[in-house]
C-alpha cells in the first residue's frame, strides 16, 4: 500500500508540470492502491472529493509549491481515515494492569500476548502471562515455550478438552478459575502488567462470548485488547463490533500486517469502530511488533520518515549517556570506526526494515521485508571486514 502510495506521488512530483491531469492520475494511481488494501469504497470516495475539494490547482498561485499542498493533503486524508478519535488506557509501570486479549482462534492471541509482554519487560517492567485458553490443545505448551523462550513467568493448566475425562480429573479444565488463580498470583509477585490470553474457539461464537464475559467478569480486566488477523480487510469492522458486544474491548491489535494482506482495509474499518489500534504485528518473530499510532504511520507509509519512532528505537536500545552521542554522530560525517559503532547499534535495534523506514527519505521500499536476513548478513560481512582493519584503515573516511 504505502508503496503504491508513494510512487503515485513520486510519479507527480517526476512531473515537469502538475496540471489537472498529472494530479488527477495521481489520485487515481492512490484509489486504486487503497482499493487493493481493500479500504471500503466509500471512504475511498470520500477521501477522493476532500482531496480534489482542499486543493483546487486553478487557484494555487505560481508561487506555491503544489506537490506539498497535494502531499499534505494526502496525508491529511489518510490520518482522518485511520484515526478513531479516541485514546485507549495507558498501563502505569509499577501498578498492578491486568491486560486480557480476546479474539478467534489463529488470529494471532497467544504469540501477541508474548509480544506484548516482551515489548514491556524490554522497557524495565515485571509482565506475566496466564492461559485461561482450555479449549485448544496445546494451548497451554505453546504460551508456556512463547514465555519461556522470553523469560517471562507463566501460569496455566494441561487441562485440554481433547485429553479423555478420566486423565483429567485432577488438571484444572475452567477457564475462569484458571484465569483468576493465575491474576491473583501475579499479584502477590507484585507483577505490573499481568496478561490473560483467550481461547478462540470457531465456529461456537456463542459460547466464546459468553465465556469471555465471564472471564472478564471474575479477572476485572484495565483493559480488553481485541487482536484480528489484518487479512479479514473491511470484515474487521463487524468482527470488531461483535466482541465489543460481549467484552469492553479497549483496543485492538492487527496481526500480520507483514503479508500481502489487506492491512489498510482493516486498520481504516477498526477505526470506524472507534476503537483505537495501538499495535500492529509484523511478523511471527518476537520483535515484529510496533506501536500503532496513526501519524508516524502515515507518514512513513508515505515515505515520509518518523523520526518520532527512531528516537524510540534509539531510546530503547543506546544506553541514556550514549545517546547523544550516538545523535551527533549520525549526523555528522562517519569514519569507519563509527560506522561501525552505528551498525552494532542498528542491529541490536531489530528488524533493518523498521529501523529504515523509520528515517526521512528511506521509505521501507529501500529495504524490502524479504531480505531482512540478507541484509543483516551484509551488515554483519562489513563488519567482520572492519574487524580484521588496521585501527590506521579505520580512522579513514
Ligand atoms: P491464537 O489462536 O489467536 O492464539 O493465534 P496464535 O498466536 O497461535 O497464532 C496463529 C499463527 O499466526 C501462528 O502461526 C503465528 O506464528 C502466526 N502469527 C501471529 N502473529 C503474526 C504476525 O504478525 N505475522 C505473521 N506472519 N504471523 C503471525
Ligand atoms: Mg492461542
Not at 475425562?165 to 485432577?170: D, I, P
Not at 483493559?223 to 469492522?237: E, N, R
Not at 527519505?361 to 551484509?378: D, I, R, Y
Request: proline share 3%; with cysteine.
Amino acid at each position: 500500500l504505502g508503496g503504491s502510495i508513494t510512487r503515485a506521488l513520486q510519479q507527480m512530483t517526476n512531473a515537469t508540470v502538475i496540471d489537472e491531469k498529472v494530479f488527477n492520475d495521481c489520485l487515481n494511481e492512490i484509489n486504486r492502491a487503497l482499493l487493493q488494501s481493500d479500504v471500503q469504497f466509500k471512504l475511498v470516495q470520500d477521501m477522493h472529493t476532500n482531496i480534489k475539494k482542499i486543493v483546487n490547482l486553478q487557484d494555487l498561485a505560481a508561487g506555491h509549491d503544489k506537490r506539498k499542498i497535494i502531499q499534505q493533503a494526502v496525508f491529511n486524508e489518510l490520518c482522518k481515515m485511520l484515526d478513531p478519535g479516541k485514546s485507549s488506557f495507558v498501563p502505569k509501570k509499577g501498578k498492578t494492569s491486568v491486560v486480557m486479549f480476546v479474539g478467534l482462534q489463529g488470529s494471532g492471541k497467544t504469540t501477541t500476548c508474548t509480544k506484548y509482554a516482551h515489548y514491556y519487560q524490554k522497557k524495565g517492567w515485571k509482565p506475566a502471562l496466564v492461559c485461561a485458553d482450555t479449549f485448544r490443545a496445546g494451548a497451554f505448551d505453546q504460551l508456556k515455550q512463547n514465555a519461556t523462550k522470553a523469560k517471562i513467568p507463566f501460569y496455566g493448566s494441561n487441562y485440554c478438552i481433547a485429553v479423555p475425562s478420566f486423565l483429567y480429573s485432577y488438571m484444572e479444565s475452567d477457564p475462569v478459575k484458571i484465569a483468576v488463580e493465575g491474576v491473583e498470583r501475579f499479584k502477590e509477585e507484585n507483577r505490573d502488567l499481568i496478561i490473560v490470553d483467550t481461547s478462540g474457539r470457531h465456529k461456537q461464537e456463542a459460547a466464546l462470548f459468553e465465556e469471555m464475559r465471564q472471564v472478564s467478569e471474575a479477572t476485572k480486566p484495565d483493559l480488553v485488547i481485541f487482536v484480528m488477523d489484518s487479512s479479514i480487510g473491511q470484515a474487521a469492522f463487524d468482527q470488531a463490533q461483535a466482541f465489543k458486544q460481549s467484552v469492553a474491548v479497549g483496543a485492538v491489535i492487527i496481526t500480520k500486517m507483514d503479508g500481502h494482506a489487506k492491512g489498510g482495509g482493516s486498520l481504516s474499518a477498526v477505526a470506524a469502530t472507534k476503537s483505537p489500534v495501538i499495535f500492529i504485528g509484523t511478523g511471527e518473530h518476537m520483535d515484529e511488533f510496533e506501536v500503532f499510532e496513526v501519524k508516524p504511520f502515515v507518514s512513513r507509509l508515505l515515505g515520509m520518515g518518523d523520526l518520532s519512532g527512531f528516537v524510540d528505537k534509539i531510546h530503547d536500545n543506546v544506553p541514556m549517556d550514549k545517546q547523544l552521542e550516538f545523535l551527533q554522530k549520525l549526523s555528522e560525517g562517519f569514519t569507519l570506526r563509527i560506522m561501525y559503532q552505528q551498525f552494532q547499534n542498528m542491529l541490536s535495534m531489530g528488524p533493518m526494515s523498521q529501523v529504515f523506514s523509520m528515517l526521512p527519505g528511506f521509505s521501507s521500499e529501500l529495504m524490502p521485508k524479504g531480505q531482512e536476513k540478507e541484509n543483516h548478513a551484509k551488515v554483519k560481512r562489513y563488519m567482520t571486514i572492519m574487524d580484521s582493519m588496521t585501527n590506521e584503515g579505520m580512522r579513514d573516511r
